[in-house]
């Protein structure tokens, strides 16, 4: 059975408990039990290279010793021992030395997990199909990558999940433009289900890890933080899939709840790739941990405020952020006036609306923006959906070769040699200043569409509509005559 088989069987049995209703409790029950199987995988490979290394999970909860076994527990002792025992003991693991904090990824990722299902039985036929993938092999662990990133899709349709999935094409383009390396600082502030840190791991291993020193340096400078529970632990069983030995760094936090001055000197990092939520409003008072001039509900202007700080000086960021902040006043325009003295913002990408659907369809653009350094100029390149194609959708989404011409054009690292194309333009920071920091600026080379003199087109109005009338009248007349028959 192929693992995308194996995962839709899995989906079926969940589907005749009772106790699970809907796609975000299939998912979050798929997924810790999937973190189980996983992380047992990963101690067993780690025992045999480390004697000394010790499972961060206690022996009676490993996988191997309470579910491996096919003709194992079942029914109401399985139901029992899951929820009275399973569940407690790994919620309240305490961390202590020589596991790498490995205890501490397990106690956060059931922090908040729940057993949905309720008949024990059915809990048993999950288990034992998951106990048929072998994540120490390496093309069960890529098959089941792909299973992954469909896992990810259905949450768009669980509630409001989709303002934590950025399309694969956006963040490994933005990866790439920023072009991360082994030992960099990167940080995703609001990192939802991880898929900015498997891009960069993934970019990293390809281009710059040649040795497990480069490895482990990759993995030592990795930061995260995702608020919501079931996407935290989707991101660290991302983590644990992607080879990561030590998911920690993924906190289960709200980056905003910290206040805005505590972020110390040492905690400024090198890279921010992120997508932040937006169209949202935080919780009462997180607002008040910001400055004054940059206080508001919107998180994705809190989130640029912080991003801004937190950089070091020379430091690289991307960020997706909405239409709203480019033309936005009050905060908005304090924020880009700050956002322009302190960093180089060189590029904004321009993306068409449909490039999030079918989830959102909204205006979004990608800013990169360097730390250090005033704004000198600004450019923008303008991001058309292909040929023959009027907008991205989910059969057919935004794929990375669709923004080669941008990479084409862009200038390599130092961005030399742009040049002002039919899609891009550069605008002065005096012209952006001059217009109170609107960054909405449309592109120059468009020539605007020729919808015909307004005269004519009132007029063909007003004869198509006298039309209209004229055949409702008709309509009128042989209903009136078939019902006097």
């Given at each position: 059975?192929?693992?995308?088989?194996?995962?839709?069987?899995?989906?079926?049995?969940?589907?005749?408990?009772?106790?699970?209703?809907?796609?975000?409790?299939?998912?979050?029950?798929?997924?810790?039990?999937?973190?189980?199987?996983?992380?047992?995988?990963?101690?067993?490979?780690?025992?045999?290279?480390?004697?000394?290394?010790?499972?961060?999970?206690?022996?009676r909860f490993?996988?191997?010793?309470?579910?491996?076994?096919?003709?194992?527990?079942?029914?109401?002792?399985?139901l029992?021992?899951?929820?009275?025992?399973?569940?407690?003991?790994?919620?309240n693991?305490?961390p202590?030395?020589?596991?790498?904090?490995?205890?501490?990824?397990?106690?956060?990722?059931?922090?908040?997990?729940?057993?949905?299902?309720?008949?024990?039985q059915?809990?048993?036929?999950?288990?034992?199909?998951?106990?048929?993938?072998?994540?120490?092999?390496?093309?069960?662990?890529?098959?089941f990558?792909?299973?992954?990133?469909?896992?990810?899709?259905?949450?768009?349709?669980?509630?409001?999940?989709?303002?934590?999935?950025?399309?694969?094409a956006?963040?490994?383009?933005?990866?790439?433009?920023?072009?991360?390396?082994?030992g960099?600082?990167?940080?995703?502030?609001?990192?939802?289900?991880?898929?900015?840190?498997?891009?960069a791991?993934?970019?990293?291993?390809?281009?710059?890890?040649?040795?497990?020193?480069?490895?482990?340096?990759?993995q030592?400078?990795?930061?995260?933080?995702?608020?919501?529970?079931?996407p935290?632990?989707l991101?660290?069983?991302?983590?644990?899939?992607?080879?990561?030995?030590?998911?920690?760094?993924?906190?289960?936090?709200?980056?905003?709840?910290?206040p805005?001055?505590?972020?110390?000197?040492?905690?400024?990092?090198?890279i921010?790739?992120?997508?932040?939520?937006?169209?949202?409003r935080?919780?009462?008072?997180?607002?008040?941990?910001f400055?004054?001039?940059?206080?508001?509900?919107e998180t994705?202007?809190?989130?640029?405020?912080?991003?801004?700080?937190?950089?070091?000086?020379?430091g690289?960021?991307?960020?997706?952020?909405?239409?709203?902040t480019?033309?936005?006043?009050?905060?908005?325009?304090?924020?880009?006036?700050?956002?322009?003295e302190?960093?180089?913002?060189h590029?904004?990408?321009?993306?068409?609306?449909?490039?999030?659907?079918?989830?959102?369809?909204?205006?979004?653009?990608?800013?990169?923006?360097?730390?250090?350094?005033?704004?000198?100029?600004?450019?923008f390149?303008?991001?058309?959906?292909?040929?023959?194609?009027?907008?991205y959708?989910?059969?057919?989404?935004?794929?990375?070769?669709?923004?080669k011409e941008?990479?084409?054009?862009?200038?390599?690292?130092?961005?030399q040699g742009?040049?002002e194309?039919?899609?891009?333009?550069?605008?002065?920071?005096?012209?952006?200043?001059?217009?109170?920091?609107?960054?909405?600026?449309?592109?120059?080379?468009?020539?605007?569409?020729?919808?015909?003199?307004p005269e004519t087109?009132?007029?063909?109005?007003?004869?198509?509509?006298?039309?209209?009338?004229?055949?409702?009248?008709?309509?009128?007349?042989?209903?009136?005559?078939?019902?006097?028959?």
């Amino acid at each position: 059975m192929s693992v995308r088989s194996l995962v839709k069987s899995i989906q079926d049995i969940m589907r005749k408990d009772t106790g699970v209703d809907g796609d975000a409790q299939r998912i979050s029950q798929l997924c810790w039990m999937f973190f189980l199987k996983i992380i047992d995988d990963q101690d067993q490979e780690l025992e045999l290279l480390d004697a000394k290394y010790q499972s961060p999970i206690p022996p009676r909860f490993q996988w191997r010793n309470w579910a491996a076994d096919p003709e194992g527990m079942t029914g109401d002792e399985l139901l029992a021992f899951v929820n009275d025992e399973l569940f407690p003991s790994l919620k309240n693991l305490i961390p202590i030395g020589g596991t790498k904090d490995r205890r501490r990824i397990v106690s956060d990722v059931f922090e908040d997990a729940y057993n949905y299902m309720k008949s024990g039985q059915l809990i048993r036929q999950v288990i034992n199909k998951i106990s048929g993938v072998d994540f120490n092999n390496l093309a069960d662990r890529q098959h089941f990558g792909d299973i992954y990133e469909q896992i990810l899709n259905d949450l768009q349709s669980a509630g409001n999940a989709g303002e934590y999935y950025t399309p694969r094409a956006v963040t490994a383009f933005m990866v790439d433009r920023i072009d991360p390396r082994p030992g960099e600082t990167l940080f995703d502030p609001a990192c939802g289900t991880g898929g900015f840190l498997t891009c960069a791991i993934r970019h990293m291993r390809d281009r710059y890890v040649k040795r497990p020193e480069d490895e482990q340096t990759m993995q030592g400078a990795l930061r995260a933080v995702e608020k919501k529970q079931l996407p935290h632990m989707l991101c660290v069983t991302n983590m644990l899939l992607h080879g990561i030995e030590d998911a920690s760094f993924v906190r289960h936090d709200n980056t905003l709840a910290r206040p805005y001055i505590s972020w110390e000197q040492k905690e400024r990092v090198e890279i921010v790739l992120t997508n932040p939520p937006f169209g949202g409003r935080e919780e009462d008072g997180i607002e008040s941990n910001f400055p004054q001039h940059f206080r508001t509900r919107e998180t994705a202007d809190l989130f640029l405020a912080l991003i801004i700080r937190l950089l070091k000086p020379g430091g690289r960021a991307a960020v997706v952020l909405p239409d709203g902040t480019l033309f936005g006043e009050g905060v908005k325009t304090r924020l880009k006036e700050h956002l322009m003295e302190e960093c180089n913002l060189h590029t904004i990408v321009r993306l068409p609306n449909s490039v999030f659907k079918p989830y959102a369809s909204i205006g979004t653009n990608l800013l990169f923006f360097e730390k250090g350094e005033p704004t000198k100029d600004v450019w923008f390149w303008e991001h058309r959906v292909p040929e023959g194609q009027k907008a991205y959708s989910m059969t057919k989404p935004i794929r990375f070769e669709h923004l080669k011409e941008c990479i084409d054009w862009w200038g390599g690292a130092e961005r030399q040699g742009r040049q002002e194309t039919t899609r891009a333009w550069k605008v002065s920071a005096d012209d952006v200043k001059a217009r109170g920091y609107n960054l909405d600026i449309k592109n120059p080379h468009t020539v605007a569409d020729d919808h015909g003199n307004p005269e004519t087109l009132l007029a063909d109005l007003n004869a198509a509509e006298a039309r209209a009338s004229s055949l409702r009248d008709q309509l009128r007349a042989i209903l009136a005559e078939a019902v006097a028959r």
